[in-house]
């Protein structure tokens, strides 16, 4: 059975849920990376990726990810569509590798940033969401990307609320401060994990 020992890590876009990853990875968790598998994906079905969208989504045997995203996050019936053919893929995949790690017989991490908007796909009940104010959500956003003010903003509303999200998780890892503050809450956030999973 999969997922026995499985922790999601989800959050919202830019808010600094890969620099919570890399602390886990850092001290031996094992982590399943569900935006790589959807890459992976992406490319092994550029094909269908080109029928679905036109074949200008597909440079030089690879799915331009970035003129794809501009489309999906402007236009709610493609994105839909998008899924329809991503998410059973990207399930199986996680589902494969959960089985593994759960033999392992510890606490490991499945990085969904969809989660929520999953849907319930996953039946996982022990939720980490990495948490910053949506104002600070939209300035890393603009920064990290380059985007636009309207194209970040889009971006933001195409996810489930933040602050919704914060309300449904087992754990909240507060990132609206700096880097040593984010420490701490990871490492208040690992110990919770390590003492529940002991008991």
Known sequence: MAFRNAIVLTGGIATGKSSVASLFLEE???????DKIAHKMLNLHQEKIANLFGAEYVDGGQVNRKKLGGLIFS???????????LHPLIYKEIEIQSIKLDGLNRPYL????LF?????????????VVYTPKEIQLKRLISRDTSTQKEAQQRIDSQIDIEVK??????VINNSKDFSYLQEEYVRVRDKILFNFKE
């Open 116 to 128: 929520f908007e999953s849907k319930g796909r996953y039946p996982i009940d022990e939720i980490i």
């Open 75 to 85: 236009n709610k019936e493609e994105k839909k569509r998008l899924e329809g053919l």
């Open 166 to 171: 914060k309300e449904q998780a087992t754990y």
């Open 28 to 34: 031996g968790f094992f982590l399943i990376d569900a």
């Open 110 to 113: 499945i990085d969904i940033p």
